[in-house]
Structure formats: C-alpha cells, structure tokens
C-alpha cells in the first residue's frame, strides 16, 4: 500500500472529493463537503476590529470597532489616552474638581485644592486658605496696570526702614529710605553758579535727624558773631624750631627758652603768618634766610616780631617786623673782619675773625656755612665768645661757603664777607697705639687702647686674636665704638696675641702693633698629693720637694706648710708645671721646731687641700 506521501497531489479541492476517515474502527469514505458541513466556517477579521457579539439572536462572532482613548497593535489592545478635543468644556474650576496625573506612571486622581499648595508666597505677598493671592504691603504699581499711585494711602512722614520702590536694570525692587539718601553722592548734583547769599544748604537743626535747608547769608551771619570771641591759638616753643604752615600758621608763638627760629618756604606757603613772643631771658635768633624790620637777627628777650612768607615777582621770602622794647636804642655791633681758614680736614674747617671796630659791645659771635652755590644758610654756632670756632661733620672734597656775625642784646650785625673753604679729600684713620690688658680672668682678657693721633676721625674699631704661636687669627670683634673691649670665651692660663685696627668711611688703618696677654690659670677643682715631706727634717736647712696631681691640669698651684691641720699656711711657694697634670716645687723649710702639715691649693685660692700626715721639723 502506497504511503501519503507517495500519492500525486491533488491539483483542487472540491465538496465531492472524497478522503478516507475510521469510524468506529472501520475504514470508511467521506466527501470534503459532507466531512466540513459540521465544522464552523472560517471567519476572517481585519485590524482595527475585535470578534465579538453585537446583533441579537444567534449568530456567529461578529467584527467590533475600539473606541477613543484605545488601540490594537499585534493582537494587544492597549489605552493610548482620549482626545481631549471632545471632552466638554468647564469655565469654572472648583476646589471639589478633580485632575488626572501621571503619579510614576500610575494614572491618578487629585483634588484641584492641592495644586496651591506647590506655591509659596514670597516677599510682601500673601496665599489665603481658598487659594486668593493677595500683596502684603502698599506696592507702587507697574505703568500702565491701572493701579495708580494716587491711589495707595498716603503717609506724611517717611523713616529709615520704610521701602520704596525703584526700577533697576529693568527689573523692579524696593530699597530703604535710608539707603536710597545715601546712595545720593555729591557728584550726580547740578553744577552751581557763584555762591550768593540766597544760595540753601542741608542742615539738621537742634539735635534732629530731620533735614532743614539754611541759606550762606544766614550762615555768614552767624559766623561774624562768633569771631570777636575768636582767641589766637597759642604754641610754645622751648627748642630750635623751623616754621611750619600746618602747626604754626595763625598761631601766636611763645619763646620760653633762647632758640633759633629757621624758616623754609617750601613747608610754610606764600601768605603764612604768625607772631613771636620772646619771653625767655636770651635771645631768639632768627636764622639765615629770614629778613628783618631792625636789620638784626636777634629778637631780645621781651620783644615780638610778626612774620610772614611772601611770594612775589621777586622771589619766596620770609619778613620778620620787630616791635621795639627796652633796650631797643641800643647799638647793634659792627662787622667782623679778616675771616680766614686756619685749617681744613675733610670734615672739619677751623675759622677765625677779628672783631668789629664800630658799633656796640660784642657779647658773642654766630657762624652761618653753606654750600657753595647753594642758597641756604646752615647756622651752626650761635654763642662763641672768641674769635675762633671749628665747624664739624662737613662733606670731604666739599667747598663751603662761611660768614661770621657779632651779635649783642640789640641785635645781629651785618655779616663778614664770605670765605669759601674746600674740605680735604677723604682719608683713612691712622694706626691704633698703646694696646694694654689692665684686667685679666682664666677665660677672659679686658683691652684698652689709644685713638690715631692722625687721619680722618674714628667710626669703629675691629679688634682680632689668636693664641700666642699660631699663624692664622682665630677670632674677630668688629663694629666696637670705644677705645675699649672685654674678650671672653678664651682659654685659662693661656698666652694671646692682640692687634686692632680703626675703621671710618674711607677705609682701614694700619694694624696695631701686636700685644701679647694671658689669661689666668683659673680654679682648681681637684688636688691628689703624689710626694709630700715624709720623716724629721731640721729646722730652717734647705727647702723640701713636694708635687701633687692637679685637676684641671692647666691651672696652677701653690705650696705651703702650717703647724695646722685645718688653718692653711701663711705663706705659699709657686708650683711649676712638672709635665702632664703633675705640679711641683720646693718648699723652704720650716725655721720652728714642732709637727708641720703639707699644704696645696689653686693659686687663686681655690680647692685648699691638706696631706694628712704631718711631719716634724726639730
């Protein structure tokens, strides 16, 4: 029997085709049309479409649509949302009224009362329990929203904290009273024309805070009410003062001391004034550079003079009118003669004169010096009672310009002619003589030494030393300004060499000649006897050896016998370095019969140590 898939295909189908089935175990034949005849028939459906059951009565399934808000995509019918469009409209929203949300993908409902509370009310405005918005506080409406400011209350005073409203970068904002009358600066003003008397300035009157308005007449008023019981301030002077415009301008100056006044334009100003008083029991000079009244430089005790700077057509210059007063009759002197130079350092110039041959008394002479070219005057000496004077801490390889005036209780003479001087060149000191060590302890030396008798005067002195046999100088002093120093942290009982050189801006001198010190041997801290007197030994015949071990071994000791154990003897004999730390030396005998102890001790005194077996002396 051929197998199925052994048969041709049919090419077909038809009703009467016939295919075999079993029925009831036997084999039998049925037609395609009657074996389909109980079977449903194929039912066919398209998307967008479901199978379901619309029309009444029996019946097969029938194609049903989906609806708004639905779709059907590969077998799944799925919700994609409504079309709002045909939802009815609602023109009013209630608290009770209910909103769809998307709660992390979940639809949910939410009662529209809560949609207020994600707002928070900020600055000045307020949210009520029904959801009303309201402001806070009176605002200045925007332009154009209706809401003039005529019509906001009105207030009639206005304090610090109080807001005001501004527009600033295009954005509105309030700012405080206080802060918007600071903000107004001096510069963002008007320019104004001349002053007059009408003119109005901002004042606060009686200890308010409240702003006023005063006119400058009113203010001139006031002003020349109150300058008759103006007093001129006072200023005490005591030492040598040059005029100031900021401490002595306007100021009456009272002298309680002789002292020079000097006066530079530059710190005083064209139109400074001021008045002195002399009430000290001398004279106040007044400095080159000042003219006087009384052609005199002097101002005597008792008397004022006014001063004031000028600039003019002619230059700066400083008028002094002098007032008379007792005395004032008097002669000035006349002017010295013959200034000449006799001699000249490099920072020192030695001047003399002969006095005046007319005019009153010379009480004394005052030297004035310049540099040459220069306009100012130095006063350097004012109270020379000779006719010489030596002017000091010049400028080397400087010419200088002098003059010399005689002066007495009535005044200043005229100046001497001036001398032109040139100071020496620069020169170095001259050599450090006389090094000498007056004092001497076991770690230190003190120096002495005599200043050069020659070259340009001393700044500092450098002291240098070594031990004595040593080439190269192991220490350095420098920058010593006396003629004097104490060298510590040195050796006991040890020789050292000395040199010292003097030092000023031109360089150094010569090294003095080399001193040669030691210090002292110092304490001793430990004595060990190693030969002492030992049997009978006659008295006064020859001198006994004795040596002893000695700590530190560098510091000396001494020798000596006592009739006591306890009482150190009276008399001592030098000991002498043996070698290492071993010190001995003879002892003279004692001249007394009787029992006699061994002695030895630093030659300062120090560690007094006894042997204590005595020996005898017949």
Not at 161 to 173: A, E, F
Not at 208 to 220: E, F, I, K, N
Not at 280 to 293: E, W
Not at 405 to 430: E, H, Y
Request: net charge negative; hydrophobic share 40%.
């Amino acid at each position: 029997m051929p197998t199925i898939s052994q048969l041709p295909a049919a090419a077909s189908i038809t009703p009467a085709d016939a295919v075999p089935i079993s029925q009831s175990g036997v084999a039998k034949s049925v037609s395609v049309g009657t074996l389909l005849a109980s079977t449903q028939p194929a039912i066919q459906i398209f998307p967008p479409a479901l199978m379901g059951r619309v029309s009444l009565g029996p019946g097969g399934p029938e194609p049903i649509g989906i609806g708004t808000g639905l779709g059907l995509a590969d077998g799944t019918l799925i919700a994609n949302g409504m079309d709002h469009t045909t939802l009815p409209i609602d023109n009013a929203l209630s608290s009770s009224d209910q909103l769809v949300i998307n709660s992390a993908g979940t639809p949910k409902l939410v009662p529209a009362s809560l949609i207020r509370e994600l707002f928070s009310a900020g600055q000045n405005i307020s949210i009520d329990a029904s959801g009303v918005i309201s402001a806070a506080g009176s605002v200045v409406a925007a332009p154009g929203s209706g809401n003039a400011i005529a019509s906001l209350p009105t207030t009639t005073a206005a304090s610090a904290p109080d807001l005001i409203g501004i527009s600033q970068g295009g954005q509105d904002h309030a700012i405080t009273y206080a802060a918007l009358l600071n903000g107004q600066t001096i510069d963002v003003a008007e320019a104004a024309e001349a002053s007059q008397d009408s003119d109005a300035l901002w004042i606060s009157q009686a200890g308010s805070s409240a702003m006023s308005r005063q006119t400058l007449g009113a203010v001139w008023v006031w002003l020349t009410g109150k300058i008759p019981s103006f007093k001129t301030p006072i200023v005490e002077i005591a030492t040598d003062t040059a005029l100031d415009g900021t401490v002595h301008n306007g100021r009456l100056l009272v002298a309680s001391q002789p002292l020079t006044i000097s006066a530079l334009t530059a710190n005083m100003g064209s139109g400074f004034h001021c008045e002195i008083v002399n009430l000290s029991t001398g004279n106040v000079v007044f400095a080159a550079g000042i003219a006087t009244s009384s052609g005199s430089s002097v101002l005597p005790a008792g008397q004022s003079a006014q001063l004031r700077c000028i600039a003019y057509s002619g230059g700066n210059s400083v008028f002094a009118a002098v007032t008379g007063g007792p005395g004032s009759g008097a002669s000035v002197p006349g002017t010295p003669t013959g200034l000449n130079e006799s001699s000249a350092g490099s920072s020192t110039v030695t001047l003399g004169w002969q006095a005046p041959s007319s005019g009153g008394a010379v009480l004394n002479y005052s030297v004035q010096y310049r540099i040459a070219g220069t306009s100012d005057w130095t006063l350097v000496n004012k109270s020379i009672s000779g006719t010489s004077t030596t002017i000091a801490e010049l400028t080397p390889s400087t010419a200088y310009d002098f003059a010399v005036a005689a002066t007495n209780a009535s005044g200043s003479g005229i100046l001497s002619g001036v001398l032109t001087v040139t100071t020496a060149a620069a020169m170095a000191p001259g050599q450090v003589v006389g090094v000498q060590a007056p004092a001497a302890s076991s770690t230190s030396i003190s120096m002495t030494w005599t200043a050069p008798s020659s070259g340009d005067p001393v700044q500092s002195y450098t002291l240098q030393y070594r031990p004595s046999g040593s080439s190269a100088w192991s220490g350095t002093i420098a920058g010593i300004t006396t003629t004097s120093q104490t060298v510590t942290g040195l050796d006991p009982a040890t020789s050292y060499d000395f040199e010292v050189f003097a030092i000023n801006a031109s360089g150094s001198s010569l090294a003095s000649q080399v001193a040669t010190f030691s210090t002292a041997a110092g304490s001793v801290t430990g004595i060990t006897w190693n030969v002492g007197p030992t049997g009978t030994y006659a008295a006064g015949s020859g001198s006994i050896g004795v040596n002893a071990h000695v700590a530190p071994a560098s510091a000396s000791i001494q020798f000596g016998f006592s009739t006591s154990a306890t009482v150190v003897p009276s008399a001592w004999t030098q000991g002498t370095l043996v070698n290492s730390d071993l010190w001995g030396t003879y002892v003279p005998t004692p001249a007394t019969a009787g029992s006699w102890f061994a002695w030895a001790e630093g030659t300062d005194g120090s560690c007094p140590t006894v042997l204590p077996t005595p020996f005898t002396v017949n």
